[in-house]
Protein backbone atom coordinates (compact mmCIF):
# COMPACT_ATOMS: atom_id res chain seq x y z
CA UNK A 1 0.00 0.00 0.00
CA UNK A 2 1.37 3.23 -1.10
CA UNK A 3 0.36 6.23 1.25
CA UNK A 4 -0.21 9.91 -0.12
CA UNK A 5 -0.09 12.95 2.15
CA UNK A 6 -2.51 13.98 4.15
CA UNK A 7 -3.43 16.57 6.96
CA UNK A 8 -6.06 16.28 10.12
CA UNK A 9 -7.22 19.79 11.07
CA UNK A 10 -9.29 20.03 14.26
CA UNK A 11 -12.22 20.50 11.67
CA UNK A 12 -11.62 17.27 9.87
CA UNK A 13 -10.80 15.37 12.73
CA UNK A 14 -13.28 12.02 13.13
CA UNK A 15 -15.31 11.92 16.09
CA UNK A 16 -13.77 10.42 19.34
CA UNK A 17 -14.36 7.27 20.04
CA UNK A 18 -15.60 5.97 23.16
CA UNK A 19 -12.87 3.33 25.06
CA UNK A 20 -13.27 2.05 28.50
CA UNK A 21 -14.36 5.47 29.53
CA UNK A 22 -11.63 7.57 27.47
CA UNK A 23 -12.44 9.66 23.93
CA UNK A 24 -9.68 8.25 21.93
CA UNK A 25 -9.21 9.87 18.26
CA UNK A 26 -7.80 8.10 15.27
CA UNK A 27 -5.18 10.36 13.98
CA UNK A 28 -3.62 8.79 11.26
CA UNK A 29 -4.63 4.81 10.82
CA UNK A 30 -2.18 2.07 8.88
CA UNK A 31 -4.44 2.55 5.86
CA UNK A 32 -3.70 5.85 6.02
CA UNK A 33 0.40 5.81 6.46
CA UNK A 34 0.47 3.20 3.92
CA UNK A 35 0.81 -0.12 6.97
CA UNK A 36 2.74 2.21 8.85
CA UNK A 37 2.59 3.70 12.19
CA UNK A 38 -0.66 4.53 13.65
CA UNK A 39 -0.88 7.84 15.80
CA UNK A 40 -4.23 8.45 17.91
CA UNK A 41 -5.06 11.65 20.60
CA UNK A 42 -6.20 9.97 24.07
CA UNK A 43 -8.48 12.33 26.96
CA UNK A 44 -9.69 10.58 29.83
CA UNK A 45 -11.29 11.21 33.02
CA UNK A 46 -9.22 10.19 36.44
CA UNK A 47 -9.05 6.60 36.94
CA UNK A 48 -10.13 5.80 32.95
CA UNK A 49 -7.65 3.56 30.67
CA UNK A 50 -7.05 0.03 29.75
CA UNK A 51 -6.72 -2.97 31.84
CA UNK A 52 -2.94 -4.67 31.84
CA UNK A 53 -2.38 -6.06 28.04
CA UNK A 54 0.33 -6.75 25.07
CA UNK A 55 -0.07 -6.95 21.52
CA UNK A 56 2.36 -6.98 18.75
CA UNK A 57 3.14 -3.79 18.05
CA UNK A 58 5.13 -1.19 19.32
CA UNK A 59 3.66 1.66 20.87
CA UNK A 60 4.80 4.90 22.45
CA UNK A 61 3.01 7.86 24.57
CA UNK A 62 3.52 11.86 24.89
CA UNK A 63 1.53 13.47 27.91
CA UNK A 64 0.70 16.65 26.69
CA UNK A 65 -1.27 17.41 29.89
CA UNK A 66 -2.35 16.25 33.53
CA UNK A 67 -0.16 12.79 34.74
CA UNK A 68 -0.61 9.53 33.27
CA UNK A 69 0.29 6.42 35.96
CA UNK A 70 1.72 3.36 33.44
CA UNK A 71 2.64 -0.01 34.44
CA UNK A 72 4.94 -2.25 32.60
CA UNK A 73 6.41 -5.82 33.74
CA UNK A 74 7.05 -4.94 36.85
CA UNK A 75 7.15 -1.03 36.96
CA UNK A 76 5.15 1.49 37.70
CA UNK A 77 5.73 5.34 37.23
CA UNK A 78 4.04 8.74 36.80
CA UNK A 79 3.98 10.23 33.60
CA UNK A 80 3.87 14.20 33.47
CA UNK A 81 3.16 16.78 30.78
CA UNK A 82 6.20 16.65 28.56
CA UNK A 83 7.02 12.77 29.52
CA UNK A 84 7.63 10.38 26.43
CA UNK A 85 6.85 6.43 27.01
CA UNK A 86 8.19 3.74 24.81
CA UNK A 87 6.90 0.01 25.34
CA UNK A 88 8.24 -2.52 22.88
CA UNK A 89 5.80 -5.20 21.66
CA UNK A 90 4.90 -7.54 23.56
CA UNK A 91 5.36 -5.69 26.77
CA UNK A 92 2.54 -6.41 29.56
CA UNK A 93 1.01 -2.52 29.79
CA UNK A 94 -1.90 -0.23 31.18
CA UNK A 95 -2.47 3.30 32.52
CA UNK A 96 -4.51 5.45 34.37
CA UNK A 97 -5.23 8.99 33.44
CA UNK A 98 -4.36 10.99 36.67
CA UNK A 99 -5.93 13.22 39.14
CA UNK A 100 -8.74 15.69 36.93
CA UNK A 101 -7.80 13.56 34.04
CA UNK A 102 -5.19 14.29 31.16
CA UNK A 103 -4.28 14.39 27.24
CA UNK A 104 -1.74 12.55 25.61
CA UNK A 105 -0.49 11.57 21.73
CA UNK A 106 0.02 7.64 21.25
CA UNK A 107 2.01 6.03 18.54
CA UNK A 108 1.83 2.72 17.09
CA UNK A 109 4.11 0.57 15.23
CA UNK A 110 4.24 -1.15 11.96
CA UNK A 111 1.51 -4.03 12.12
CA UNK A 112 -0.55 -2.44 14.56
CA UNK A 113 -3.97 -3.19 14.41
CA UNK A 114 -4.75 -0.41 17.16
CA UNK A 115 -7.09 1.21 15.24
CA UNK A 116 -9.31 -1.55 13.84
CA UNK A 117 -9.29 -2.97 17.61
CA UNK A 118 -10.81 0.46 18.31
CA UNK A 119 -13.32 0.69 16.39
CA UNK A 120 -14.69 -2.20 16.83
CA UNK A 121 -14.93 -1.53 20.91
CA UNK A 122 -16.55 1.68 20.49
CA UNK A 123 -18.97 0.15 18.14
CA UNK A 124 -19.36 -2.52 20.56
CA UNK A 125 -19.50 -0.40 24.17
CA UNK A 126 -20.37 2.67 22.77
CA UNK A 127 -20.97 4.12 26.13
CA UNK A 128 -17.46 3.35 27.08
CA UNK A 129 -18.37 0.61 29.41
CA UNK A 130 -15.56 -1.68 30.63
CA UNK A 131 -17.28 -5.34 29.66
CA UNK A 132 -13.89 -7.77 29.81
CA UNK A 133 -15.49 -10.76 28.11
CA UNK A 134 -15.91 -8.40 24.77
CA UNK A 135 -13.15 -6.98 25.05
CA UNK A 136 -10.99 -10.29 25.26
CA UNK A 137 -12.70 -11.39 22.58
CA UNK A 138 -12.36 -8.64 20.49
CA UNK A 139 -8.61 -7.72 21.41
CA UNK A 140 -7.83 -11.54 19.96
CA UNK A 141 -9.86 -10.68 16.63
CA UNK A 142 -6.86 -7.71 16.74
CA UNK A 143 -3.72 -9.29 17.92
CA UNK A 144 -4.20 -7.88 21.07
CA UNK A 145 -4.08 -9.80 24.45
CA UNK A 146 -5.52 -8.96 28.17
CA UNK A 147 -3.83 -10.31 31.39
Known sequence: MTARPFVVTPATRPRALNIVG???TVLASRQA???G????LQEGPEGSGPPPHRHTWDESFFVFEGQVD????????T????????LPAGTLHWFRF?????RMLSLTGVG?????????VDAQLPGGEVDVEK???????HALHFG
Not at 135 to 141: C, D, I, P, Q, S
Open 33 to 35: TGD
Open 79 to 86: ATAGTLVH
Open 112 to 120: SNAAEFFTA
Open 135 to 141: LVATGER
Open 98 to 102: GPGGA
Open 70 to 77: FGYDDERL
Open 22 to 24: EQL
Open 37 to 40: YEIF
